[in-house]
């Protein structure tokens, strides 16, 4: 049986396995007007780090009362912990590896259909404003394309009358840089929380203060953006979901495959089809994100699609559609072969270049880094810390997420796990056949040095494929 045949018959077999868990998404297809479609992308931002999802000091109220009249998801994940890949897997429905844009800054190719084209079959008018990081490629398939999140209304008030809408608000907030100035009441670095993999100094306090800043501005402008779909009768009748396009921008965040990089906040508002203030534990995968805003507009996800509509667990969280989830990283910067599976418990990865370690410029621009290599150098990092360093990696991981949620002890050579190692081992390899994927013998060249942190070579934009030549 070919790899197309086989996703077409695995695909008809979910279908119909799932097909009694969606009754929400049956009424909402064929009845009435289509929702208006609102997707709001944080960028780097971590899933521990809203109020709803129980961090103590970060200010989103607004986030907050979204998550209050919908459905919050606590165990969403990206398919990679990289702005401009995970952003093109939710747009096409696809993993990275298998849409030819798999590393950073790399545009889809000429031919690739992307959400707001599907979309306009069903006669919505589109619109991005804000980051989109697809290329022209995918900003040619949206009627209106602002730069500016901040210029949604303008957008929004350029739309045709009678018909329903989809509009992506692509927020550059969390990212970094950081500034003093962001918001007139900043959030005191002695409120920080410090992960256990960073050091808990006054520059990663600072840092970390910056960061809720910006994700604090992110939220009172979603405010702004519910106000106005109250004020135009417009909330009853509008789909919002939320969600980030990676972890936090710190390091052993972003950038990685541990829950702190591809783990993310995950909400869904659908007034009349998600139940408000209910929290959904299932797995879910951005790669669900376009089949299932397809099926809420009444349209069909396309056979190459990899992920799932999800359209049931929005009526039902209790509900599930998948037992994993499937990760990768790519080119960020360093080059990098990584792909990983999780289940609602246990985590594995797979390093295909486990000599060298990986990270990407921003982070290691910032002072989080710094003072875990001044530490490093003092021999004052703990044991958990250093793993960050660790040269050669180990060609396997696998992490018990619910008694290490770090992911710091690797139990891949533990025999008490003899039977999950292979299980998960097996399904990874699974899906990379049926998706295609590339060998991690396949590499570009990288652009950044991993000791000095200066950038060389081609410093902008996609990668150069490499030469052979370190």
């Known amino acids: 049986m070919s790899t197309l045949d086989r996703r ?47 961090h103590p000091t970060i200010r989103t109220e607004n986030i907050d009362k979204l998550a209050a009249t919908g459905v919050r998801f606590t165990n969403a994940f990206v398919t990679t912990s990289s702005c401009s890949p995970s952003r093109t897997t939710m747009f096409t429905g696809r993993y990275p590896h298998a849409t030819g844009a798999e590393s950073l800054h790399v545009p889809l190719p000429e031919g690739t259909r992307i959400l707001p084209d599907f979309l306009r079959e069903k006669k919505y008018w589109s619109a991005n404003v804000g980051k989109l990081h697809l290329g022209p490629v995918g900003a040619a398939q949206f009627d209106m394309v602002l730069d500016s999140e901040w210029d949604w209304k303008q957008a929004l008030d350029k739309r045709p009358g009678g018909r329903p809408f989809f509009m992506a608000v692509g927020f550059h907030d969390p990212h970094r840089p950081y500034q003093q100035d962001t918001l007139p009441d900043p959030a005191a670095p002695s409120d920080a929380e410090v992960p ?83 929290v959904c534990r299932s797995l879910i995968s951005t790669v669900d ?18 992920g799932r509509d999800a359209t049931g667990m929005f009526a039902d969280p209790d509900s599930e559609i998948r037992d994993y989830v499937h990760v990768e990283r790519n080119w960020h910067n360093h080059d990098d072969n990584q792909r990983g599976v999780r289940d609602a418990r246990f985590k594995y990865i797979h390093n295909g270049r486990p000599r060298v370690w990986t990270s990407s410029s921003d982070l290691m621009s910032s002072e989080s880094w710094t003072s875990l290599l001044e530490a490093r150098d003092r021999n004052e990092l703990t044991a958990e810390q250093m793993r960050l360093f660790m040269v050669p990696r180990a060609a396997e991981e696998l992490y018990d997420t619910e008694n290490d949620p770090w992911e710091f002890v690797n139990l891949a050579g533990d025999q008490n796990y003899a039977a999950v190692l292979p299980r998960l081992r097996r399904e990874c390899a699974r899906w990379r056949q049926d998706t295609d994927d590339y060998p991690p013998g396949r590499r570009y060249k990288d652009n950044l040095d991993r000791f000095t942190r200066k950038k060389y070579g081609k410093t902008s934009g996609a990668p150069e494929p490499y030469d052979g030549k370190d």
């Open 289 to 306: 994100l376009a089949p299932s805003l397809l099926a809420a507009a009444g349209a069909e996800a396309t056979a190459d699609m990899h």
């Open 8 to 54: 077409s018959f695995l695909g008809s077999l979910m279908a119909a396995a799932f097909a009694g868990a969606a009754p929400a998404t049956a009424a909402a297809r064929g009845k009435g007007r289509p929702p208006n479609i609102l997707l709001l992308i944080a960028d780097d931002l971590g899933d521990r780090d809203l109020g709803c999802y129980g």
């Open 196 to 278: 256990p993999y960073l050091v808990d100094d006054e520059a990663t306090r600072a840092e970390l203060a910056g960061y809720y800043d910006e994700v604090t501005r992110m939220d009172r402008e979603i405010g702004r953006i519910e106000r106005w779909l109250s004020e135009e009768k417009l909330t009853d009748s509008t789909l919002v979901v939320f969600v980030s396009d990676n972890g936090m921008p710190f390091p052993r965040a972003k950038g990685s495959c541990y829950d702190s990089g591809v783990r993310v906040p995950m909400i869904v508002r659908w007034p009349g089809n998600a139940p408000a203030g209910r």
